[in-house]
């Protein structure tokens, strides 16, 4: 069986123990998750069991013919060919063995085998035949035969279309050159696959894909993710690297947390008796340190306390909560769009569309990418201008809006700490140390510079910054990009207690499971027409259970298209029609009436907050007009 082992392995980088008398093993049908928090080594632990760092001691074995492949976390391009043509590279294993193949054939057909009259045997055409017939079977296994029609597959299940298979891999951008990468390492097939963050760079289509390809997968494998429902159907057992130090977990992540959540309790526990017990030592050494007939109790002290192995918490364990600030009154109706209409050159990308946000709704915007949903998100944010019809705020409608670009507008010599320091509410200051560590701001991370963090770190800072705003509408674009496990928790707590609405785009599952109750799915047809809008009035199980129905012919709806003047007038309270109760006119009659009243109350809303603004301002002005009469 296929097999790479370590055993007793340690890396070093400088002074500090990255890896400390790991063994670990990986085989055919290994199915296993890397944990650790950032920092704590997962990527050496990698680059180790792929060959690329050799450890500093310690013995790595591999299985005579046992091929592994490794897929980094970013930094891969590829250039001068077509995207087929790339993936097919990938086939370089089952090109060699049909070279070999040839070369046995061309052998034996100058020398060919012994004849029905031969009695004698020659060994060496007989091994030949035997290599012959096991390089057959490796050739057959390898997909040598269906290299094509299996790469094909494998790029349309990430994500390309089969428009993009002759298009050269210069034109694609960093994440789909990430996406080629994988692509590449799948068709390879090998015995162990070693892959850092797969997830970062895909939509929620193609994850789920990759989901399925893993979970049928003979071979075995090592997985770095933050994605836990990604890791939680593909896994079956987690390594958890802490401190140097590897611990194997039995089962899905979640099981792994729950675990490990035990222990920590009890890991808590004596961490607290030690820190305890410490201090009452430091405070001995400080009273009769320069008492002269304490001095050896004081050295005998002292030496205790340098040779004590102390507990450490691990930083992805800790458990953070926060709240938003409350957020401001607002009216009933948040967003209502009618007629959008954005265009990019001659494409037509939202057309026609007709949208109701209601307070405390978390909609979700979902589809695969390129189908319009950041610009749909721009346009409701109002960061985006350009296009035709209305998008208007309701009453008392504070936004605050997120994505990757936000990052671009913080520049400057501040320090984080003190940037947050100046902006936090009063009673979020004591937090701000953990909140910072639970945005993976630790230590001397939090005195940085703006100027030097990576465009990562700056996304995480726009993010932090946000939360400590008061406002009523939070226009979210990835926000878990760049986040680990434990802080989209933090997060994803924080969101769920906001008093707001809240309009997002993620491609995490999980993190949409927690939190929608709404979905908005967008498809973009290959033919280039406009997207398809259709409105879920349901949380993200509700939305993949009606899929999964209507894939099997169970649930019939006539989908609500952006052709059609009509095309996604939504709102909560809307309901999908499996069997329409009114003929089309009167639809549009009824939809037409209630923007109407929708209008209405906006204005209605707007004159009851004016009116209760002059209330306040008129009582505000009460005292001096009473000390006037008087005098």
């Not at 299985?63 to 250039?79: C, D, E, F, V």
């Not at 008061?470 to 994803?492: G, M, Q, R, Y």
């Amino acid at each position: 069986m296929p097999f790479v082992q370590f055993s007793r392995v340690s890396v070093a980088f400088g002074d500090r123990d990255i890896l400390d008398n790991v063994s670990l093993n990986l085989a055919a049908g290994t199915k296993a998750a890397l944990a650790g928090a950032n920092g704590s080594g997962k990527t050496t632990l990698m680059k180790v069991l792929s060959g690329i760092i050799p450890p500093d001691s310690g013995d790595r074995a591999i299985q005579k013919g046992t091929r592994i492949s490794y897929l980094p976390q970013s930094g891969i391009a590829h250039s001068g060919l077509t995207l087929l043509e790339e993936a097919e590279k990938a086939f370089s294993y089952g090109a060699s063995l049909a070279a070999r193949l040839e070369e046995i054939g061309n052998t034996l057909a100058v020398n060919p085998p012994e004849t029905e009259n031969r009695t004698d045997t020659d060994p060496q055409t007989l091994r030949l035949l035997e290599e012959y017939h096991e390089i057959q079977t490796q050739l057959e296994d390898s997909g040598w035969y269906r290299r094509r029609m299996l790469a094909e597959q494998t790029l349309l299940g990430l994500g390309f279309l089969p428009s993009d298979f002759n298009r050269l891999t210069d034109e694609f951008s960093g994440g789909w050159q990430m996406r080629i990468a994988l692509a590449k390492i799948l068709l390879e097939h090998p015995d162990i696959l070693l892959l850092d963050e797969p997830t970062n760079y895909l939509d929620i289509e193609a994850r789920t894909w990759l989901e399925k390809w893993l979970r049928e997968f003979s071979g075995g494998f090592l997985i770095v993710s933050h994605d836990r429902y990604f890791l939680d159907i593909t896994v079956t057992e987690v390594f958890e690297l802490f401190n140097g130090e590897l611990k194997r977990y039995a089962g899905t992540y979640t099981k792994y947390e729950k675990t490990r959540e035990e222990e920590l309790k009890a890991l808590i526990k004596h961490y607290e008796e030690q820190q305890e017990e410490i201090a009452k030592t430091e405070i001995f050494i400080r009273r009769f340190r320069y008492k002269a007939t304490k001095a050896a109790a004081v050295q005998d002290r002292i030496k205790k306390l340098e040779k004590l192995e102390r507990i450490e918490i691990p930083e992805n364990l800790k458990k953070i909560h926060f709240s938003f600030p409350p957020a401001p009154h607002s009216g009933r109706i948040v967003i209502t769009a009618e007629h959008l209409t954005k265009k990019y050159g001659n494409r037509t990308v939202l057309n026609n569309l007709d949208l109701v946000i209601e307070k405390e709704e978390r909609l979700v915007v979902v589809g695969r990418n390129g189908a319009g949903k950041s610009t749909l998100l721009r346009v409701l944010s109002g960061t985006d201008a350009d296009f035709s019809g209305s998008v208007c705020y309701g009453a008392g409608v504070s936004l605050g809006y997120f994505s990757q670009e936000s990052a671009e507008e913080l520049n400057g010599d501040e320090r984080i700490i003190d940037l947050l320091e100046n902006e936090a509410p009063l009673e979020m200051i004591p937090k701000l140390r953990d909140m910072l560590g639970s945005f993976l701001f630790r230590g001397d991370d939090i005195y940085k510079p703006i100027s030097v963090l990576s465009g990562g770190e700056k996304s995480r800072l726009a993010l932090l910054r946000l939360l400590f705003k008061p406002i009523n509408l939070l226009i979210l674009d990835e926000p878990t990009n760049h986040l680990d496990l434990h802080s989209k928790d933090v997060l994803l707590s924080a969101l769920k207690s906001f008093g707001g609405t809240i309009v997002f785009v993620s491609h995490d599952r999980g993190f949409i499971e927690g939190l929608a109750s709404r979905v908005l799915e967008l498809t973009a047809p290959a033919d280039g027409s406009p997207t398809i809008v259709r409105n879920f009035p349901g949380d993200y199980k509700y939305y993949v259970e009606r899929l999964e129905r209507e894939a099997a012919g169970t649930f019939s709806e006539e989908i609500v298209s952006s052709e059609k003047k009509d095309t996604a007038q939504t709102s909560s309270g809307d309901a999908m029609i499996n069997e329409r109760p009114y003929s089309y006119e009167e639809e549009k009659r009824l939809k037409a009436e209630r923007r109407k009243l929708e209008k209405i109350e906006a204005n209605l809303l707007a004159e009851i907050a004016k009116a209760e603004e002059e209330k306040k301002n008129r009582k505000s002005a009460l005292p001096y007009l009473m000390y006037t009469v008087t005098v």
